[in-house]
């Protein structure tokens, strides 16, 4: 108790504390000016109803699109645009004469919006790279490098070339080869959004296939040569800027700095990756963990951005380096709500920047379409071409081409720190948006056909990894749920991190405890486990020693309990008059009540019940469920006292809580906890695994029996009569 009071306490002070700050900032801002003698409390009101518009916008895209079976960020991209202040950003508004979203000095989001969408940016590819699996990497590396190279090299070569051949035409200049808007068109073109890809790899079972591992291994690739290639792109710009001319001795030393500094920082992070987590586990908490990871990787992003390179690359060398961690899922998992609030925000605001008017040329039209076939060729050609060395047929090799073509998060950053710069122009930057666009929503479609073909995309049988998954089965559902749990909390307590995965709503969670991953799900009335075969004896252990603990609860529980007891305080308890909350007209259907009886035996009465809940189809099978009440009654006797029986149970064979009730004024014997025979039956059934209303059903049942039970019994009422008294 004392431990929550000091809790308390402490929001207390910290809510105290906050609320001072917020209103000495308040007074502040409203006294003092800035630009345009409006106040900072003006600028903080204004980012507070952008902030909201977008995230609300961003979310109904998201979800619209998602519906349309089409990628969520789409949607967000898409709502970006409308919403911007190219179209309905624009349009006066009360209190706003000029629009909710204006350009601000020739630039379409304001510096704050800009600033949160840095962040964002940085989450995003911190994200990355806690996801990037090292292992699968390195097992795929020389396939993956050879298919992220020939990409990388294709889509460059010929972005840039894209510019170089029709700027005249469309923009009315020439551009060279090695000019900052056509080096900026090959680095947006090169980069693969490979998240769309898995989704569909995933939802084909295709993920761990040849095809699935050489595509993420060449996306790892991909990134970190695009990135690096941002950076060397970067520092040219900026060195011909200040001398007017390109000094190749000077690219050539940016690049070298630009991949030194990424090797040397992520040999580093790996290299001091673990003691790095255990300095992070000190904080016990698991979200102080992810919060304190996230500071380190926007230290990281800022240094790297002091050192000249972006600061994107900062965070995914942080997210790399954790990734091999056993708190990187934990991490992941904590920080995935706040990437679920500040992502849609960054594609929304990527989307804010389309300039309409700029597109509303044919050729720039032309010149994005044009563009975005090139980019696709790009990828198949510079993916397929090398995946044909590396033991795949063509149809293996089309579908790692394929995979690769998606353009998404890291193409918008790229053309979004382009158009910041000046470097690209919004003419150029809804082209690099019509290319994102284009890619995006039609490599998946052409992926799914492609895997249609269930064929073999290898020209060789290719060895799996030594994983090994294997199944312990346990007698009932209730068990099998207490073994699962009891296993959760023992590799918990054993040094394990625990992390839920999600699988379409299925029971899925892996335990990692440093290079050691073991997947754990139930199924039914089994476990099963999925890791490497060194690892199988230590599952076998733990399972052994669970099922001991778990056996000697179980024969020290069978002995101090007594469910007659237990019964009879819960027939007391219901004399205590409670309202409850539940309404039972739902739960009783008035065609399922028997005013009186004709059965005279406890099975009969059961089966007379069950008969009127199957005649009106509330239940599936009438023998599995009439078995289930009889192995209910044989454990434990369900008449009660007072005259009132309740025989109930659980089944897979109703959808949700059913009950049908029966008078038989003379009663009959019902193993009754006062031995008197039994007058009023309630049968109750109840979903086996679906949550529902099950005990606070039997709890207000009981109550209202005992207040209304004379009546039921003396007077000889109609089945709408005993509806109406027992659900009013």
Request: net charge neutral; glycine share 10%; with cysteine.
């Amino acid at each position: 108790m004392n431990v929550r009071r000091k809790g308390r306490d402490m929001k207390k002070a910290s809510a105290y504390i906050l609320f001072l700050v917020l209103g000495v900032g308040t007074a502040w801002g409203s006294t003092e000016g800035v630009a345009g003698g409006q106040t900072i409390t003006h600028h903080m009101m204004l980012l507070m109803i952008q902030l909201g518009v977008i995230i609300f916008c961003a979310k109904f895209g998201s979800l619209l699109f998602k519906r349309l079976h089409m990628p969520g960020v789409l949607g967000e991209l898409c709502v970006g645009m409308l919403i911007g202040p190219y179209l309905l950003g624009k349009v006066p508004l009360p209190g706003f004469p000029e629009g909710l979203f204006q350009v601000v000095n020739g630039f379409p989001v304001s510096l704050e919006l800009y600033g949160i969408c840095s962040l964002a940016a940085i989450i995003l590819l911190f994200m990355v790279g806690l996801e990037t699996d090292l292992k699968l990497f390195l097992r795929f590396s020389v396939a993956g490098t050879a298919v992220g190279v020939g990409g990388v090299v294709a889509s460059f070569v010929l972005g840039d070339l894209c510019m170089v051949l029709l700027d005249d035409l469309v923009f009315g200049k020439q551009y060279g080869f090695f000019d900052a808007p056509s080096l900026f068109l090959g680095v947006v073109s090169t980069a693969t959004s490979v998240g769309i890809t898995a989704r569909i790899l995933s939802e084909r079972k295709k993920l761990s296939s040849p095809e699935g591992v050489t595509i993420l291994a060449g996306a790892v690739v991909d990134d970190v040569l695009g990135i690096i290639m941002l950076a060397v792109v970067l520092g040219a710009i900026t060195a011909s800027q200040a001398t007017g001319v390109i000094n190749w001795g000077h690219i050539g030393v940016i690049a070298g700095k630009a991949v030194g500094i990424w090797l040397i920082s992520t040999m580093l992070g790996l290299l001091f990756a673990r003691r790095i987590s255990i300095l992070l586990k000190l904080f016990r908490d698991r979200v102080s963990i992810a919060i304190m990871a996230l500071g380190l990787a926007l230290i990281l992003s800022g240094l790297f951005e002091e050192a000249g390179l972006a600061m994107i690359i900062g965070a995914y060398v942080a997210g790399l380096s954790l990734s091999q961690t056993d708190i990187s899922r934990v991490i992941r998992e904590k920080l995935e709500p706040v990437q679920s609030l500040l992502v849609p925000v960054f594609f929304c605001c990527m989307g804010m920047m389309v300039n309409f008017t700029s597109l509303s040329s044919p050729k720039i039209i032309l010149f994005g379409l044009f563009y975005s076939l090139v980019a696709v060729m790009a990828k198949i050609l510079g993916c397929s071409l090398p995946a044909l060395f590396f033991r795949f047929n063509l149809r293996g090799a089309l579908r790692v081409g394929v995979g690769m073509v998606p353009r998404g998060e890291v193409a918008l950053i790229i053309a979004g720190i382009g158009l910041a710069m000046g470097v690209l122009r919004a003419e150029e930057f809804g082209v690099a948006i019509i290319m994102t666009l284009l890619t995006t929503v039609a490599a998946p479609l052409v992926l799914v056909q492609l895997f249609k073909n269930p064929a073999s995309g290898t020209s060789r049988e290719v060895v799996t990894e030594d994983r090994h998954t294997f199944e312990f089965k346990f007698p009932s559902l209730e068990l099998t749920e207490l073994m699962f749990s009891k296993l959760l909390v023992a590799f918990e307590k054993d040094g394990f991190f625990v992390h839920a995965l999600e699988h379409d709503g299925a029971d899925i969670y892996q335990l990692r405890q440093d290079d050691m991953a073991i997947e754990l799900r139930h199924a039914g009335t089994s476990v099963f486990f999925d890791c490497e075969k060194q690892d199988e004896h230590m599952v076998n252990s733990a399972v052994f020693e669970i099922s001991s603990d778990l056996r000697t609860m179980l024969d020290g529980l069978s002995k101090p309990i007594d469910p007659g007891a237990i019964q009879k305080k819960m027939t007391e308890s219901a004399k205590i008059e409670r309202k409850h909350s539940l309404s039972l007209a739902g739960y009783i259907p008035e065609d399922c009540i028997e005013p009186n009886l004709k059965a005279t035996t406890k099975e009969g009465v059961i089966e007379e019940l069950l008969d009127m809940l199957v005649a009106h189809n509330h239940i599936r099978n009438k023998a599995e469920v009439f078995q289930a009440l009889l192995d209910r009654e044989k454990l434990v006797p369900t008449g009660l006292q007072d005259g009132f029986a309740m025989p109930h149970a659980k089944t897979d064979q109703v959808n949700n809580v059913v009950c049908a009730v029966g008078i038989k004024r003379e009663g009959l014997d019902f193993s009754a906890l006062d031995g008197q025979p039994s007058r009023i039956f309630v049968m109750e059934l109840a979903p086996q695994q679906a949550s529902g209303p099950h005990l606070q059903f039997v709890s207000a049942i009981t109550q209202i029996v005992q207040i209304v039970g004379h009546d039921l019994v003396e007077k000889n009422l109609t089945p709408s009569e005993i509806h109406q008294l027992l659900t009013s």
